[in-house]
């Protein structure tokens, strides 16, 4: 059975640091994918890995896949109060069967200003 | 362009219960895939349609059933509830397996 870990759990920081997020999972895969999750709300895509080594970056946030490892992270530069939210990734399992994606339990992420 | 749209918004039921919840995919997509997410958990995956038939299904017992029709939307039917069905269910289209799932606001099912 596929487990996908996510820590921290929970981080505040401040404004203007970096940190980074680390998912583990348990199992071969290569398709990983990161969302965002604001309170009351639904999932925002945000990364798309689709290769070992991939690495994608928009804004602030940076993320990377080492399948060997079975490990990504998500990189956060010069954190801003609007990057609170709750950051999940999920990996993709069953092949060509057709995807299903097992989540992390979350991060969620406070910006201090 | 529409996104995924889900219905009701929200839905109070009690035990014993029976509900249907419904789904409608983004534009251009085929395949809709229904998750539970739990109060402060990530979601969790219960099966997923395509081409009106479930091709995947998560640890869920039978008590969760679903649809798809032709147009590709989707419905999902939860018979006998329990009070553990309380959650957020939301809805996910997507085409193809390089491409993110896009999710729906979803429904927030509390059961008393």
């Known amino acids: 059975e596929l487990k996908v870990e996510q820590n921290p759990l929970f981080l505040s920081m401040q404004e203007g640091k970096n940190y980074t997020i680390y998912c583990n999972y348990s199992?071969?895969?290569?398709?990983l994918y990161w969302y965002r999750q604001d309170p009351g709300k639904s999932l925002e895509s945000l990364f798309v890995?689709?290769?070992?080594?991939a690495v994608k970056q928009e804004g602030r946030l940076m993320a990377s896949l080492d399948t060997k490892a079975r490990l990504s992270t998500l990189h956060i530069t010069a954190a801003v109060h609007d990057l609170s939210a709750t950051y999940f990734c999920?990996?993709?399992?069953?092949?060509?069967?057709?995807?299903?994606?097992?989540f992390g339990g979350g991060t969620r992420l406070m910006v201090k200003p | 362009d529409a996104g995924v749209t889900q219905s009701p918004t929200h839905l109070i039921k009690t035990r014993g219960q029976q509900v249907t919840l419904r789904c409608s995919p983004k534009s251009g997509h085929d395949t809709v895939s229904w998750y539970q997410q739990a109060l402060g958990q990530g979601p969790q995956f219960i099966f997923q349609y395509y081409e009106e038939e479930e091709r995947q299904r998560g640890n869920f017992p039978d008590r969760f059933s679903g649809h798809q029709f032709p147009n590709y939307s989707s419905e999902l039917n939860v018979n006998a509830l329990l009070l553990g069905d309380s959650a957020l269910y939301l809805c996910?289209?997507?085409?193809?397996?390089?491409?993110?799932?896009?999710f729906g606001d979803g429904t927030r099912l509390s059961i008393l």
């Open positions: 996910a289209s997507s085409t193809d397996r390089n491409q993110p799932q896009h």
């Open positions: 890995l689709l290769s070992n080594g």
């Open positions: 999920a990996v993709d399992s069953r092949g060509d069967a057709g995807n299903m994606l097992t």
């Open positions: 199992t071969t895969s290569d398709r």
